[in-house]
């Protein structure tokens, strides 16, 4: 009679939806683990958001939030010379940088794509700049550009020339920032090359030897074509970097001359902690965030189509 009872269906559907229930169970708890991770997100990323847009909105100083103003600091943004300004700054700045990063970054990733001692330390060597901060970066550059005892105005002294003004000029302070800014974010662009081109298969050069294709003919239709998605990655990541651009010109120029090297986060400290306008600054940090944001789905987008086209 208990046999019976054990075998019944009753019984024996229990077990079976404990099991089931058994194996679902685990796939809740498994989101504790993704858990820090948006509260990390949430708290530095999602709240300072929806914080800088509401600031944005209002008459803001350092002691209070002010009044609601809605977007008269955007119009006010619109109205503002060197607001304009600074955006072509930073966009010209962008423009100086970011390909020259990713073709450099390439080029010395292909020349020191190989497992010998001297390219190892050379590799050391370029990649050793990144890890400076922004301060030792301007001074080493303050001492080259500087005139009359800088080291460029000792080489053209050697000559009997008079150097460039790089760091008055207005033609040439936004060149001497933008070289100073590639001297120092070059090592990122080369490491993420020379990992990509280490995952080429060797059998595939050597496919292309015995074919006889010449050293172009392997790089167009190989290399390139293997490396794609890390140069669209290098150059977003390069877009979003140089974008950011404050150190460089606060330290090496602070914004002169006539304003022509202040970027717009250089313009945004200025607004808001410097004249302590709050809701201007936040303002202006919104437009920055919504520009670099098309920028680089403009570009991801651009090299999407070219790859599926391709």
């Known amino acids: 009679m208990a046999d019976a009872a054990l075998s019944s269906p009753a019984n024996r559907a229990a077990p079976a939806k404990a099991r089931v229930q058994n194996v679902q ?33 209002h008459k803001a100083d350092a002691f209070s939030s002010g009044r609601f103003v809605g977007f008269a600091n955007y119009v006010r943004l619109y109205n503002d010379k060197i607001f304009w300004q600074a955006i072509g700054n930073t966009f010209y700045f962008v423009l100086l940088t970011v390909p020259a990063l990713a ?9 020191l794509n190989s497992r010998t001692r001297t390219a190892a330390v050379l590799r050391t060597v370029f990649f050793a700049s990144s890890v400076l901060s922004v301060t030792i970066v301007t001074l080493i550059w303050r001492i080259v550009f500087v005139p009359g005892f800088g080291l ?39 490491m993420l090359f020379l990992s990509a081109l280490q995952q080429i298969p060797g ?8 074919d006889n294709a010449n050293r172009w003919r392997t790089f167009r239709y190989i290399t390139l074509p293997s490396i794609k998605r890390t140069f669209v990655l290098v150059v977003v990541i390069q877009i979003v970097l140089q974008f950011q651009l404050f150190g460089q010109a606060k330290l090496m120029t602070n ?13 945004i400290y200025e607004a808001a902690f410097t004249k302590w306008d709050l809701g201007l600054g936040a303002a202006a940090s919104e437009v920055l965030f919504v520009l670099i944001l098309i920028a680089a ?13 391709a």
Do not use: H
């Open 255 to 267: 914004g002169g001359p006539n304003n022509v090297s202040k970027p717009m986060v250089l313009y």
């Open 203 to 210: 059998d595939i050069y050597e496919a292309a030897a015995l």
């Open 152 to 190: 460029l105005a000792t080489v053209y002294g050697w000559f009997g020339a008079a150097p460039p003004a790089f760091l008055s000029d207005p033609d040439l302070v936004m060149i001497a920032i933008a070289i100073a800014t590639i001297w120092w974010c070059i090592g990122l662009p080369m």
């Open 103 to 111: 073709v450099i970054g390439l080029m010395l990733a292909l020349a």
């Open 297 to 309: 789905m403009v570009q991801f987008l651009v090299s999407r189509r070219k790859g599926e086209s």
């Open 25 to 57: 169970a685990p796939l809740w708890r498994n989101g504790l683990f993704v858990l820090p991770f948006l509260v990390v997100f949430v708290a530095l990323l999602v709240v300072p958001l929806v914080w800088g847009i509401w600031l944005s909105l």
